[in-house]
Protein backbone atom coordinates (compact mmCIF):
# COMPACT_ATOMS: atom_id res chain seq x y z
CA UNK A 1 0.00 0.00 0.00
CA UNK A 2 1.16 3.19 -0.91
CA UNK A 3 2.52 5.20 2.35
CA UNK A 4 0.23 8.32 1.52
CA UNK A 5 -3.00 6.33 1.33
CA UNK A 6 -1.98 4.42 4.07
CA UNK A 7 -2.04 7.46 5.91
CA UNK A 8 -5.31 8.49 4.77
CA UNK A 9 -7.20 5.82 5.70
CA UNK A 10 -6.00 5.60 9.05
CA UNK A 11 -7.45 9.49 9.68
CA UNK A 12 -10.38 7.74 8.37
CA UNK A 13 -10.18 5.31 11.04
CA UNK A 14 -9.48 7.99 13.93
CA UNK A 15 -12.65 9.49 12.93
CA UNK A 16 -14.03 6.02 14.54
CA UNK A 17 -13.24 8.04 18.08
CA UNK A 18 -15.01 10.82 16.84
CA UNK A 19 -17.89 9.06 16.75
CA UNK A 20 -17.54 6.56 19.79
CA UNK A 21 -17.01 10.06 21.52
CA UNK A 22 -20.41 11.53 20.29
CA UNK A 23 -22.03 8.26 22.05
CA UNK A 24 -19.75 8.60 25.43
CA UNK A 25 -21.19 12.58 25.25
CA UNK A 26 -24.69 11.25 24.44
CA UNK A 27 -24.81 9.47 27.19
CA UNK A 28 -23.35 12.09 29.49
CA UNK A 29 -25.86 14.52 29.42
CA UNK A 30 -28.86 11.72 28.52
CA UNK A 31 -28.11 10.19 32.19
CA UNK A 32 -27.90 13.47 33.58
CA UNK A 33 -31.41 14.39 32.04
CA UNK A 34 -32.91 11.90 32.80
CA UNK A 35 -31.91 11.92 36.57
CA UNK A 36 -32.55 15.27 36.40
CA UNK A 37 -36.20 14.72 35.62
CA UNK A 38 -36.69 12.44 38.15
CA UNK A 39 -35.23 14.64 40.69
CA UNK A 40 -34.94 18.30 39.75
CA UNK A 41 -34.12 19.41 43.08
CA UNK A 42 -30.91 18.22 43.22
CA UNK A 43 -29.98 18.55 39.71
CA UNK A 44 -28.83 21.91 39.89
CA UNK A 45 -26.39 21.03 42.56
CA UNK A 46 -24.79 18.38 40.47
CA UNK A 47 -23.60 20.50 36.92
CA UNK A 48 -20.28 20.23 37.74
CA UNK A 49 -20.04 16.94 38.05
CA UNK A 50 -22.47 16.78 34.54
CA UNK A 51 -19.70 19.26 32.83
CA UNK A 52 -16.57 16.95 34.40
CA UNK A 53 -18.03 13.53 32.57
CA UNK A 54 -18.71 15.75 29.77
CA UNK A 55 -15.07 16.85 29.16
CA UNK A 56 -13.88 13.89 30.01
CA UNK A 57 -15.96 12.12 27.09
CA UNK A 58 -15.11 15.09 24.98
CA UNK A 59 -11.42 15.09 25.37
CA UNK A 60 -10.84 11.08 24.07
CA UNK A 61 -12.96 12.04 20.88
CA UNK A 62 -10.87 15.05 20.68
CA UNK A 63 -7.22 12.75 21.07
CA UNK A 64 -9.03 11.03 18.21
CA UNK A 65 -9.16 14.49 16.11
CA UNK A 66 -5.47 14.92 17.24
CA UNK A 67 -4.62 11.51 15.66
CA UNK A 68 -6.60 12.49 12.17
CA UNK A 69 -5.13 15.55 11.94
CA UNK A 70 -1.40 14.26 13.23
CA UNK A 71 -1.85 11.82 10.30
CA UNK A 72 -2.82 14.36 7.44
CA UNK A 73 -0.87 17.34 8.11
CA UNK A 74 2.08 16.54 10.24
CA UNK A 75 3.35 12.47 9.29
CA UNK B 1 -0.02 18.20 1.85
CA UNK B 2 0.07 21.28 0.12
CA UNK B 3 -3.62 22.53 -1.17
CA UNK B 4 -4.83 21.78 -4.35
CA UNK B 5 -5.53 23.82 -7.11
CA UNK B 6 -9.28 25.76 -6.27
CA UNK B 7 -9.44 23.68 -2.74
CA UNK B 8 -9.82 25.65 0.16
CA UNK B 9 -7.30 25.13 2.59
CA UNK B 10 -8.22 24.77 6.26
CA UNK B 11 -4.91 25.19 8.64
CA UNK B 12 -4.15 28.42 6.45
CA UNK B 13 -6.26 30.51 9.51
CA UNK B 14 -4.13 29.03 12.34
CA UNK B 15 -1.14 30.78 10.70
CA UNK B 16 1.12 33.00 12.68
CA UNK B 17 2.59 35.96 10.65
CA UNK B 18 4.50 39.15 12.41
CA UNK B 19 2.27 42.19 11.62
CA UNK B 20 4.73 44.61 13.51
CA UNK B 21 8.50 43.59 12.95
CA UNK B 22 10.25 41.46 11.11
CA UNK B 23 11.53 37.74 11.31
CA UNK B 24 15.27 39.18 12.90
CA UNK B 25 13.56 41.03 16.54
CA UNK B 26 15.50 37.98 18.47
CA UNK B 27 16.06 37.88 22.35
CA UNK B 28 17.86 34.93 22.92
CA UNK B 29 17.19 33.01 19.94
CA UNK B 30 13.39 33.98 20.07
CA UNK B 31 11.56 35.76 17.84
CA UNK B 32 9.52 39.05 19.57
CA UNK B 33 7.55 40.04 16.39
CA UNK B 34 4.43 41.35 17.25
CA UNK B 35 2.20 38.18 15.82
CA UNK B 36 -1.82 38.41 14.70
CA UNK B 37 -1.72 36.24 17.52
CA UNK B 38 -0.41 38.23 19.96
CA UNK B 39 -2.54 40.92 18.35
CA UNK B 40 -6.36 39.15 18.96
CA UNK B 41 -4.57 38.61 22.75
CA UNK B 42 -4.32 42.10 23.24
CA UNK B 43 -7.79 42.71 21.56
CA UNK B 44 -9.44 40.81 24.38
CA UNK B 45 -7.73 41.38 26.93
CA UNK B 46 -8.40 45.08 26.07
CA UNK B 47 -12.35 43.82 25.18
CA UNK B 48 -12.57 42.40 29.11
CA UNK B 49 -10.64 45.52 30.55
CA UNK B 50 -14.04 47.47 28.99
CA UNK B 51 -16.69 45.45 29.86
CA UNK B 52 -15.44 44.43 33.33
CA UNK B 53 -15.00 48.82 33.60
CA UNK B 54 -17.95 49.50 32.84
CA UNK B 55 -19.76 47.21 35.71
CA UNK B 56 -17.65 48.62 38.38
CA UNK B 57 -19.96 51.20 39.29
CA UNK B 58 -21.25 49.87 42.67
CA UNK B 59 -24.82 51.31 42.09
CA UNK B 60 -27.26 50.28 44.89
CA UNK B 61 -29.96 49.17 42.09
CA UNK B 62 -27.46 48.22 38.73
CA UNK B 63 -28.16 48.91 35.05
CA UNK B 64 -27.98 46.22 32.67
CA UNK B 65 -23.87 46.78 32.06
CA UNK B 66 -23.23 46.33 35.65
CA UNK B 67 -25.73 43.61 36.22
CA UNK B 68 -23.85 41.49 33.38
CA UNK B 69 -20.86 41.84 35.15
CA UNK B 70 -21.98 40.52 38.11
CA UNK B 71 -23.65 37.59 37.03
CA UNK B 72 -19.95 36.64 35.73
CA UNK B 73 -18.72 37.25 39.21
CA UNK B 74 -21.25 35.49 40.74
CA UNK B 75 -21.05 32.68 39.03
CA UNK B 76 -17.32 32.30 39.48
CA UNK B 77 -17.89 33.29 42.82
CA UNK B 78 -19.98 30.42 43.50
CA UNK B 79 -18.75 27.68 41.09
CA UNK B 80 -15.41 28.09 43.69
CA UNK B 81 -17.68 28.09 46.66
CA UNK B 82 -19.12 24.89 45.72
CA UNK B 83 -16.11 23.11 44.55
CA UNK B 84 -13.23 24.35 46.93
CA UNK B 85 -15.23 25.96 50.19
CA UNK B 86 -14.44 28.93 51.61
CA UNK B 87 -11.01 28.94 51.20
CA UNK B 88 -11.89 29.35 47.53
CA UNK B 89 -12.94 33.08 47.95
CA UNK B 90 -9.23 33.82 47.21
CA UNK B 91 -9.08 32.24 43.69
CA UNK B 92 -12.22 34.02 42.42
CA UNK B 93 -10.24 37.17 40.77
CA UNK B 94 -7.89 34.22 38.78
CA UNK B 95 -10.31 31.90 38.01
CA UNK B 96 -12.97 35.05 36.74
CA UNK B 97 -10.09 36.65 34.70
CA UNK B 98 -8.95 33.14 33.26
CA UNK B 99 -13.06 32.51 32.42
CA UNK B 100 -13.54 35.80 30.84
CA UNK B 101 -10.38 35.82 28.62
CA UNK B 102 -10.84 32.44 27.15
CA UNK B 103 -14.51 32.97 26.62
CA UNK B 104 -13.55 36.32 25.01
CA UNK B 105 -10.84 34.80 22.90
CA UNK B 106 -13.10 32.10 21.40
CA UNK B 107 -15.97 34.45 20.93
CA UNK B 108 -13.73 37.06 19.00
CA UNK B 109 -12.06 34.14 17.14
CA UNK B 110 -15.79 33.36 15.75
CA UNK B 111 -16.76 36.88 14.81
CA UNK B 112 -17.22 37.11 11.03
CA UNK B 113 -15.28 40.34 11.06
CA UNK B 114 -13.79 38.72 7.67
CA UNK B 115 -16.63 40.51 6.25
CA UNK B 116 -15.01 44.00 7.00
CA UNK B 117 -11.79 42.56 5.49
CA UNK B 118 -10.63 41.92 9.28
CA UNK B 119 -9.82 38.16 10.23
CA UNK B 120 -9.96 37.45 13.77
CA UNK B 121 -7.48 35.05 14.63
CA UNK B 122 -8.11 32.19 17.57
CA UNK B 123 -4.95 32.40 19.41
CA UNK B 124 -7.02 29.63 21.96
CA UNK B 125 -6.55 27.48 19.41
CA UNK B 126 -2.94 27.31 19.47
CA UNK B 127 -1.34 24.72 22.09
CA UNK B 128 1.68 27.35 23.02
CA UNK B 129 -1.60 29.67 24.38
CA UNK B 130 -3.44 27.16 25.73
CA UNK B 131 -0.62 25.57 27.56
CA UNK B 132 1.02 28.70 29.36
CA UNK B 133 -2.88 28.70 30.57
CA UNK B 134 -2.62 25.33 32.18
CA UNK B 135 0.86 25.44 33.18
CA UNK B 136 0.15 28.31 35.36
CA UNK B 137 -2.95 26.77 36.73
CA UNK B 138 -0.72 23.71 37.13
CA UNK B 139 1.95 25.87 39.23
CA UNK B 140 -0.30 27.44 41.53
CA UNK B 141 -1.86 23.84 42.56
CA UNK B 142 2.11 22.89 43.49
CA UNK B 143 2.46 26.30 45.17
CA UNK B 144 -0.46 26.84 47.01
CA UNK B 145 -0.34 22.65 47.73
CA UNK B 146 3.34 22.71 48.78
CA UNK B 147 2.96 26.21 50.86
CA UNK B 148 -0.07 24.98 52.78
CA UNK B 149 0.73 20.98 53.69
CA UNK B 150 4.40 20.99 52.78
CA UNK B 151 5.76 17.43 52.43
CA UNK B 152 2.25 16.25 53.61
CA UNK B 153 1.04 17.32 49.68
CA UNK B 154 2.24 14.33 48.15
CA UNK B 155 -0.65 12.11 50.23
CA UNK B 156 -2.79 13.61 47.55
CA UNK B 157 -0.92 10.84 45.54
CA UNK B 158 -2.20 8.06 48.31
CA UNK B 159 -5.76 7.93 48.84
CA UNK B 160 -7.36 7.69 52.16
CA UNK B 161 -7.93 3.85 53.07
CA UNK B 162 -5.66 2.48 50.54
CA UNK B 163 -4.73 -1.35 51.72
CA UNK B 164 -0.59 -1.38 52.11
CA UNK B 165 0.32 -3.68 49.18
CA UNK B 166 -1.66 -1.59 46.54
CA UNK B 167 0.34 1.99 47.62
CA UNK B 168 3.23 1.77 45.13
CA UNK B 169 0.69 1.01 42.48
CA UNK B 170 -1.29 3.50 43.10
CA UNK B 171 0.58 6.05 43.89
CA UNK B 172 2.22 5.84 40.52
CA UNK B 173 -1.24 5.71 38.63
CA UNK B 174 -2.28 9.20 40.73
CA UNK B 175 1.11 10.63 39.29
CA UNK B 176 0.76 10.34 35.89
CA UNK B 177 -2.44 11.54 36.27
CA UNK B 178 -1.70 14.35 38.10
CA UNK B 179 1.31 15.68 35.98
CA UNK B 180 -1.09 14.56 32.90
CA UNK B 181 -3.53 17.30 34.21
CA UNK B 182 -2.04 20.18 32.35
CA UNK B 183 -1.37 18.59 29.30
CA UNK B 184 -5.05 17.13 29.11
CA UNK B 185 -6.27 20.70 30.16
CA UNK B 186 -4.54 22.74 27.44
CA UNK B 187 -5.00 19.88 25.02
CA UNK B 188 -8.91 19.89 25.18
CA UNK B 189 -9.08 23.58 25.10
CA UNK B 190 -7.09 24.16 21.68
CA UNK B 191 -8.05 21.05 19.97
CA UNK B 192 -11.68 21.83 20.35
CA UNK B 193 -11.29 25.28 19.28
CA UNK B 194 -9.00 23.97 16.12
CA UNK B 195 -11.36 21.14 15.21
CA UNK B 196 -14.82 23.84 14.89
CA UNK B 197 -12.65 26.49 13.09
CA UNK B 198 -11.37 23.45 10.77
CA UNK B 199 -14.80 22.17 10.35
CA UNK B 200 -16.55 25.70 9.47
CA UNK B 201 -13.62 26.30 6.71
CA UNK B 202 -14.17 23.05 5.23
CA UNK B 203 -17.80 23.75 5.17
CA UNK B 204 -16.98 27.42 3.79
CA UNK B 205 -15.03 25.25 0.59
CA UNK B 206 -18.23 23.31 -0.10
CA UNK B 207 -20.09 26.53 -0.20
CA UNK B 208 -17.43 28.20 -2.50
CA UNK B 209 -16.78 25.58 -4.52
CA UNK B 210 -20.79 24.77 -4.73
CA UNK B 211 -21.79 27.79 -6.15
CA UNK B 212 -18.94 28.06 -8.78
CA UNK B 213 -19.62 24.56 -10.34
CA UNK B 214 -22.47 26.24 -12.41
CA UNK B 215 -25.56 25.81 -12.18
CA UNK B 216 -27.19 22.52 -11.50
CA UNK B 217 -25.99 20.34 -8.52
CA UNK B 218 -23.55 22.92 -7.52
CA UNK B 219 -26.15 25.42 -5.92
CA UNK B 220 -28.15 22.45 -4.12
CA UNK B 221 -24.58 21.84 -2.33
CA UNK B 222 -23.68 25.02 -1.70
CA UNK B 223 -27.20 26.27 -0.17
CA UNK B 224 -27.43 23.17 2.26
CA UNK B 225 -23.41 23.46 3.41
CA UNK B 226 -24.74 27.04 4.31
CA UNK B 227 -27.53 25.95 6.44
CA UNK B 228 -25.57 23.64 7.98
CA UNK B 229 -22.17 26.40 8.58
CA UNK B 230 -25.26 28.56 10.20
CA UNK B 231 -25.90 25.87 12.79
CA UNK B 232 -22.23 25.00 13.45
CA UNK B 233 -21.89 28.25 14.14
CA UNK B 234 -23.87 28.59 16.65
CA UNK B 235 -22.71 24.81 18.24
CA UNK B 236 -19.36 26.66 18.09
CA UNK B 237 -20.66 29.53 19.79
CA UNK B 238 -21.98 26.75 22.55
CA UNK B 239 -18.89 25.23 22.54
CA UNK B 240 -16.43 28.13 22.81
CA UNK B 241 -19.15 29.05 26.30
CA UNK B 242 -18.81 25.73 27.36
CA UNK B 243 -14.49 24.94 26.92
CA UNK B 244 -14.11 28.01 29.23
CA UNK B 245 -16.50 27.05 31.71
CA UNK B 246 -14.70 23.44 31.57
CA UNK B 247 -11.45 25.14 31.37
CA UNK B 248 -12.16 27.19 34.72
CA UNK B 249 -13.95 24.54 36.41
CA UNK B 250 -10.92 21.70 35.84
CA UNK B 251 -8.52 24.64 37.47
CA UNK B 252 -11.13 25.06 40.50
CA UNK B 253 -10.96 21.43 40.90
CA UNK B 254 -7.05 21.03 41.00
CA UNK B 255 -7.17 24.11 43.10
CA UNK B 256 -9.19 22.33 45.25
CA UNK B 257 -7.24 19.04 45.89
CA UNK B 258 -4.16 21.26 46.33
CA UNK B 259 -6.44 23.38 49.24
CA UNK B 260 -7.94 20.71 50.76
CA UNK B 261 -6.05 17.25 49.39
CA UNK B 262 -8.63 14.46 49.36
Given at each position: MEPASAKLIGAGLAAIGAGMAAIGVGNVFGSFLESALRNPGAADGQQGRLFIGFAAAELLGLLSFVVAMILIFVA | MAAEQ????????FAIEPL???????IAGYNIAFTNSALWMAISTLALLVFVAGG????????RWQMAVESFTGFIDSMLAAN???????YVPYIFSLFMFILFANILGLMPLGVLGIHPFT????FSATGVLSIMAFAIVLVVGFWKH???????FVPHGTPLPMIPLIFVIELVSFLVRPFSLGLRLFVAMMAGHVLLEVLSGFVINGFN?????GPVVGVLSFLLMIAIQALELLVAGIQAYVFALLTSLYLNDAENLH
Open positions: - | GKVDPMHQFGTDHWEMKRQLVPGIGPAGKKFTSHGFHFFSLAGLGL
